[in-house]
């Protein structure tokens, strides 16, 4: 049965198909209103959440699938020395930790900092959560871990241990803690300088 064009020239009808065109994108225009709310509360949160993780002396990088630097924070910057213009640049890893070569940031011999960086790169990529200790020429010791993302990223934390490392480095408390590990008298020694 052929259309009969004259249905659209009934008042009736022609009221109808506006009412539901006008319905029909008033619903469409919610919808997207509701999808932009969304999204702005995403990027709300997704700002709160940059800016808190530029406030904390932990180090963080979060890598995409192909080991890309897409966020670097503020500590990890600050740590590497890393400017705002490279960091934001969506550096590979390799470039990271070619960066922390070049400004001899590691506490390596020189010879012994391009094994280092194959093996954490290897180690990253592989997804190894096993800590690593860092030291570094400024006298700051981070531990390093890697934490692999659903996605197939990953995230880098680099939190400051250096006044943990400082203390058991400490030759003086060292006899103390090996005699606690092995039952010795920990009250022998002047241990109890605040009970004296």
């Given amino acids: 049965m052929p259309f009969d064009s ?3 020239q009934d008042p009736v009808v022609a009221t109808a198909l506006a009412l539901f065109a006008l319905a029909a994108f008033g619903w469409l225009w919610r919808r997207r209103q509701a999808a932009r709310a969304r999204e702005r509360a995403h990027y709300a949160v997704a700002e709160r959440l940059s800016a808190a993780l530029d406030r904390i002396d932990i180090g963080v990088v979060l890598l995409n699938a192909d080991t890309r630097a897409e966020f670097i924070n503020g500590a ?4 590497f020395t ?5 960091a934001d640049s969506k550096l590979p890893l390799i470039a990271l930790m070619y960066h922390g070569r ?8 020189d010879d ?3 094994g280092f960086i194959a093996r954490r790169v ?7 959560a096993a800590p690593v200790t ?3 020429r400024s006298g700051q010791v981070l531990r390093l871990n890697c934490t692999a993302l659903p996605d197939g990223g990953r995230m880098l934390s680099y939190t400051p241990v250096t006044d943990l490392v400082r203390y ?3 030759m003086a408390n060292r006899d103390y803690y090996l005699a606690l590990r092995e039952g010795g008298d920990v009250f022998a020694g002047g241990h109890l300088h605040a009970a004296e």
């Avoid at 990890?76 to 740590?79: A, L």
């Avoid at 890393?82 to 490279?86: A, S, T, V």
Wanted: hydrophobic content about 30%; glycine content about 2%; overall charge negative.
């Fill in 134 to 136: 860092l030291r570094l």
């Fill in 6 to 8: 004259r249905i659209l």
């Fill in 168 to 170: 058991n480095d400490d």
């Fill in 76 to 79: 990890y910057r600050r740590y």
């Fill in 122 to 128: 290897e180690a990253i990529r592989a997804g190894d």
């Fill in 102 to 109: 070049d400004t001899h940031a590691y506490d390596l011999p």
């Fill in 112 to 114: 012994e900092v391009d």
């Fill in 82 to 86: 890393l400017p705002d213009d490279k």
